[in-house]
């Protein structure tokens, strides 16, 4: 079985530009959470996603945005971006909501200049 | 005050030994509680989950909930270099996929 597949792996923007990350799912689950990564902060909850609804949201600016698609793959946008949002954005996939189990993919690395 | 707290490491334990990870939560309500571990350049995975108060165990790794003292620990027994990693703490507040992460523990385990 597939797991949680991230696009793209790497990407370089500058101050300003907008960016899209997408997310595939493992097979059959229907949940999408979406994490930043950064080694000051940790990991923090940015939203997530089941049965193409936002479910939850963190504490993250309006820049910040996502959907899900019928087929559960998820993408999140971040617009005007900043120098503080560079970081490793994880997507995580659930078979259901409330599960508590989360799998990651291996993340999209955003270096912003 | 943080939602989820971990001492950050470097946690050095020789080989064979035991290796204890503490994690403390701020809010009451909190219903779950994970184990994950992440390895340098990768992405977390959980090795463990707890939702009632007591020890559970999988294999070498025991995990322990205290509700009334609000913390979380994880018990890694006979350690293994391969258990050098980083450990990240995970509360779940109201049962939603939306979980609040400690900055996780750094394990070494030494040969």
């Known amino acids: 079985k597939a797991g949680v597949t991230q696009t793209p792996r790497y990407l370089i923007k500058t101050r300003g530009q907008q960016v899209t990350l997408s997310c595939s799912p493992i097979?059959?689950?229907?949940?999408v959470s979406w994490y930043q990564q950064t080694p000051g902060q940790g990991l923090q909850f940015l939203f997530e996603?089941?049965?193409?609804?936002?479910?939850n949201k963190g504490n993250f600016p309006g820049r910040f945005s996502g959907r899900q698609f019928s087929n559960s793959r998820s993408e999140m946008n971040v617009s005007t971006l900043e120098l503080g949002d560079s970081a490793l954005y994880l997507c995580?996939?659930?078979?259901?909501?409330?599960?508590?189990?989360?799998?990651f993919g291996e993340g999209s690395r955003l270096t912003v200049l | 005050q943080k939602e989820v707290e971990q001492n950050s490491g470097p946690l050095s334990v020789p080989e064979g030994a035991i290796a204890s990870l503490n994690c403390t939560y701020s809010?009451?309500?909190?219903?779950?509680f994970f184990w994950y571990r992440q390895y340098s350049g990768k992405s977390p995975e959980l090795i463990m989950s707890?939702?009632?108060?007591g020890d559970k165990e999988d294999g070498r790794f025991t995990a322990q909930l205290n509700k009334a003292s609000q913390y979380v620990s994880l018990l890694i027994r006979d350690s293994q270099p391969s258990d050098s990693a980083t450990y990240l703490c995970?509360?779940?507040?109201?049962?939603?996929?939306?979980?609040?992460f400690g900055s996780g523990t750094k394990l070494n385990v030494k040969p």
């Open positions: 995580a996939s659930s078979p259901l909501p409330n599960t508590g189990e989360l799998f």
């Open positions: 097979s059959g689950h229907r949940s």
């Open positions: 996603y089941f049965s193409e609804t936002q479910r």
């Open positions: 809010d009451r309500g909190s219903q779950s």
């Open positions: 707890i939702y009632s108060n």
């Open positions: 995970a509360v779940n507040l109201n049962n939603f996929n939306k979980f609040y």
